[in-house]
């Protein structure tokens, strides 16, 4: 069968499975987890891919909820990753009952193309992205050796083929102070919470002469127990996030300096922790992107290369970035106005939009596998590109 035949029996092969693929999204949907405690999840995707011939490995890299998938043989071994943990409170707002769906979906119609070409595809279930970078200990626990190409999907409010994706850091602060009666002997007292508070001032100081579309953002944690009590803790919970790794290093040590000068001033003690996980920038490889256009645009969508309009926090897949070519694109399932992490779009995310847009990503995904294993010249292309943004 040529290439065209070939997505085409890929197509079919998706819409056959829309009832199917739609149930798992809804399932997933309505059984919300967070990040390392997906265990229903892992347990339906894994057992969908068990059913249509895949092998499975359940719990790789020591993390319980973390699967791998794989049908075929040798090279080229292409990758789809799932995720499929939700967010405390607003459950699958950010749409990864789509992801994880989408890639099995597209994972079982490329097997088609692997029976066809050889190769091997490989659906990789990732946990816990929202919270702890999954991926960033996958990488390190060597699931992503050997592999040349990895992609996945997400649900948002444009369709977008390359995503700018910034590089980020969690930050733990801790003040430790005095505790005394706050009116009767409030000169023998250190206030860890106005440490804190003066800490957030001089951040929202600094937050007016730092780079365009880097970010710091936190809460308070710990903040006292009692208003007749001189805080003697408080504790707080940031991000710091830049476009580029170097200046985020650069930002880094000016927010700490925000903390250190707090401690000095009021003579509170700080203790402080970076998170153990980085996320690093994306790094979209443009020719794996260009061939994904094409798939979505013969399936009717109006899909950029870029879409300056979507904006996007951090993702752990920046660090897989760094090391397999990959993409990340986004598809529509939401009005422009609803963002991800919103109760809005935990609906749309059940919607039917949101099965539509499944659906198209599974497809367009497969078709990319089909021109990469039916022409070996595309893969070395996407390599080359890949090595060189390495000089
Ligand atoms: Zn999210
Ligand atoms: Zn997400």
Not at 307 to 324: I, L
Request: proline fraction near 4%; aromatic fraction near 6%; include cysteine.
């Amino acid at each position: 069968m040529d290439t065209e035949g070939l997505k085409t029996s890929v197509i079919g092969e998706i819409d056959a499975r829309r009832q199917q693929l739609s149930e798992l999204s809804l399932k997933i949907h309505s059984n919300p987890e967070l990040g390392f405690q997906e265990v229903k999840a892992a347990a339906w995707l894994t057992q969908y891919l068990e059913e249509n011939g895949f092998s499975v490995e359940r719990g790789i890299c020591q993390l319980p909820t973390a699967f791998k998938g794989s049908y075929g043989e040798g090279k080229p071994a292409i990758t789809i990753l799932a995720e499929y943990d939700a967010l405390p409170s607003l459950g699958h707002a950010c749409g990864h009952n789509i992801i994880a769906t989408c890639a099995v979906g597209a994972g079982v119609a490329s097997k088609l193309a692997i029976d066809q070409f050889g190769g091997s595809i490989m659906v990789i279930g990732t946990p816990a992205e929202e919270l702890y970078g999954g991926k960033a200990t996958m990488i390190d626990r060597g699931v992503f050796d050997d592999l040349d190409i990895v992609m996945m999907v997400h649900p948002g409010a444009y369709d977008t083929a390359t995503i700018q994706v910034l590089a980020c850091q969690h930050l733990e602060v801790e003040f430790f102070g005095q505790a005394v009666h706050a009116a009767g002997r409030p000169e023998a007292g250190i206030n860890a919470l106005e440490a804190m508070l003066q800490s957030f001032i001089a951040i929202n100081s600094l937050r007016q002469h730092i780079k365009d579309k880097a970010r710091i953002h936190g809460i308070i944690t710990d903040g006292g127990e009692a208003p007749n009590v001189v805080p003697a803790h408080s504790a707080g919970s940031f991000i710091v996030r830049a476009e580029e790794d170097t200046y985020l290093d650069e930002l880094k040590e000016r927010v700490l300096n925000c903390f250190i000068g707090a401690a000095k001033t009021s003579g509170a003690r700080l203790e402080y922790r970076w998170g153990d996980v980085r996320y690093a920038p994306m790094r979209n490889n443009l020719a794996l992107a260009r061939l994904f256009i094409q798939n979505m645009q013969s399936l009717g969508h109006q899909i950029q290369l870029f879409e300056p309009k979507h904006t996007f926090g951090s993702t752990d897949m920046g660090n897989v970035s760094q090391v397999v070519p990959s993409i990340h694109p986004f598809v529509a399932i939401a009005p422009v106005e609803v963002a991800n992490h919103s109760p809005q779009f935990a609906l749309a995310a059940a919607s039917e939009a949101g099965t539509h847009g499944l659906l198209d990503a599974a497809k367009a995904l497969a078709m990319t596998v089909v021109d990469l294993v039916a022409n070996p010249e595309i893969v070395s292309k996407v390599k080359e590109e890949f090595s060189k943004q390495d000089d």
